[in-house]
T-cell receptor
Framework: DAKTTQPTSMDCAEGRAANLPCNHS???????VYWYRQIHSQGPQYIIH???NNETNEMASLIITEDRKSSTLILPHATLRDTAVYYC?????????????FGDGTTLTVKP | EPEVTQTPSHQVTQMGQEVILRCVPI?????FYWYRQILGQKVEFLVS????????KSEIFDDQFSVERPDGSNFTLKIRSTKLEDSAMYFC???????????FGQGTRLTVV
């Protein structure tokens, strides 16, 4: 699976959009980008995933660049409860998606 | 909304004792996983389980660990003889298919004293 690079930490004002970047320059055509988050010591929570098209669900939007070498997770209106560690993970479509390799992620702090 | 449930939420055990951590995956899911997270460290994959057998395991998952699906609903992780370094949060997860996202439980905090 391709390696990902994320900033260590980010701050965001409550009510503003949080944009979390992820670089995955070695991604292959058969690899999906998944995002999870972990709110203090709780179990990781699935957010969204995509292959090459932008995706949106009730939690977030995922923007994947045309060359697929990077992506951005967007939380449109961040709340204090969105403070968490956000993990960007690349998984080959033929790999067990549940066998995820969690890196260090980005610690997002939403401030009042 | 269906969820993965884990019991107990916190377990304290003496070094050398056996522990069993329990999980009830989401009912229509077929793939099951255990992860662990030592305090302040990354979430680490331990094992995946499908069709009543282990499909993959990591280097961490040595002979001290075993998994079982004793009935149609429970999925357990057994640590045969606990060591101090087994102290961690243990997360169970399940997914509907091999290629779909995993849903995690809230974890069991294991403390070995």
């Amino acid at each position: 699976d391709a390696k990902t690079t994320q900033p260590t930490s980010m701050d965001c004002a409550e009510g503003r959009a949080a944009n979390l970047p992820c670089n995955h320059s070695t991604i292959s055509g058969n690899e999906y980008v998944y995002w999870y988050r972990q709110i203090h010591s709780q179990g990781p929570q699935y957010i969204i995933h995509g292959l090459k098209n932008n995706e949106t669900n009730e939690m977030a939007s995922l923007i994947i660049t045309e060359d697929r070498k990077s992506s951005t997770l967007i939380l449109p209106h961040a709340t204090l409860r969105d403070t968490a560690v956000y993990y960007c993970i690349v998984i080959h479509y033929n790999t067990n998606a549940g066998k995820s390799t969690f890196g260090d992620g980005t610690t997002l702090t939403v401030k009042p | 909304e269906p969820e993965v449930t884990q019991t107990p939420s916190h377990q304290v055990t003496q070094m050398g004792q056996e522990v069993i951590l329990r999980c009830v995956p989401i009912s229509n899911h077929l793939y099951f996983y255990w992860y662990r997270q030592i305090l302040g460290q990354k979430v680490e994959f331990l094992v995946s389980f499908y069709n009543n057998e282990i499909s993959e395991k990591s280097e961490i998952f040595d002979d001290q660990f075993s998994v079982e699906r004793p009935d149609g609903s429970n999925f357990t992780l057994k640590i045969r003889s606990t060591k101090l370094e087994d102290s961690a949060m243990y997360f169970c997860a399940s997914s509907e298919t091999e290629n779909t996202e995993a849903f995690f439980g809230q974890g069991t905090r294991l403390t070995v004293v």
